[in-house]
Antibody, heavy 119, light 107 residues
Framework: EVQLVESGGGLVQPGESLRLSCAAS????????MSWVRQAPGKGLEWVAN????????YSVDSVKGRFTISRDNAKDSLFLQMNSLRAEDTAVYYC????????????WGQGTLVTVSS | DIQMTQSPSSLSASVGDRVTITCRAS??????LNWYQQKPGKAPRLLIY???SLQTGVPSRFSGSGSGTDFTLTISSLQPEDFATFYC?????????FGPGTKVDIK
């Protein structure tokens, strides 16, 4: 059974950093692009970033460029999102999702981890 | 960036109704369009990929159609467990973008 379990969310002040993790199981992690998708409270879904199978390609939405970094550890079946210089508008539930290649789909999602940026 | 729009933004329907949700892309995306269902407090669930392919395990009352810029999600006979918010998403270009969602609730 495919499982994605996020962790690392919490309450931080503006300008601070946070690192999210996603532990994958039930599939060959290194065979898949992986992504982060977020959802602000009461709002819709927003793709944040994706990373290729071997980590050689990474892309992100403009609003997080230069602040967020996606990475992966295929030996540990784990996906990460390093979030720096956090802003109030980054407050959201962050989902780890399998997929993210062009012309593909997000076929499995984690349960999400809440990040709240507030003073 | 490719903008995605959906209509209606919300609808009320009864069990057994046929429901149709439309999604439009701001430029052609071929058939690289996916549909997701999300219930309150839960993660999204993939329903349809590549415009018309049914994801494994999804009931056959869900179907998708369209190509280019205009797409449709149809629920042939609405069931109690189908009340949720539905999102379309394009995977043609990065940044991947989602529609604003269509909330389906009980009439």
């Amino acid at each position: 059974e495919v499982q994605l379990v996020e962790s690392g969310g919490g309450l931080v002040q503006p300008g601070e950093s946070l690192r999210l993790s996603c532990a994958a199981s039930g599939f060959t992690f290194s065979n898949y692009w992986m992504s982060w998708v977020r959802q602000a409270p009461g709002k819709g879904l927003e793709w944040v970033a994706n990373i290729k199978l071997d980590g050689s390609e990474k892309y992100s939405v403009d609003s997080v460029k230069g602040r967020f970094t996606i990475s992966r550890d295929n030996a540990k079946d784990s996906l990460f999102l390093q979030m720096n210089s956090l802003r109030a508008e980054d407050t959201a539930v962050y989902y780890c999702a399998r997929g993210g290649n062009r012309n593909g789909r997000f076929d499995y999602w984690g349960q999400g981890t809440l990040v709240t940026v507030s003073s | 960036d490719i903008q995605m729009t959906q209509s209606p933004s919300s609808l009320s329907a009864s069990v057994g109704d046929r429901v149709t949700i439309t999604c439009r892309a701001s430029q052609t995306i071929s058939s690289y369009l996916n549909w997701y269902q999300q219930k309150p407090g839960k993660a999204p669930r993939l329903l349809i990929y590549a415009a018309s392919s049914l994801q494994t395990g999804v009931p056959s009352r869900f179907s998708g159609s369209g190509s280019g810029t205009d797409f449709t999600l149809t629920i042939s006979s609405l069931q109690p467990e189908d009340f949720a918010t539905f999102y379309c998403q394009q995977s043609y270009n990065i940044p991947f973008t989602f529609g604003p969602g269509t909330k389906v609730d009980i009439k």
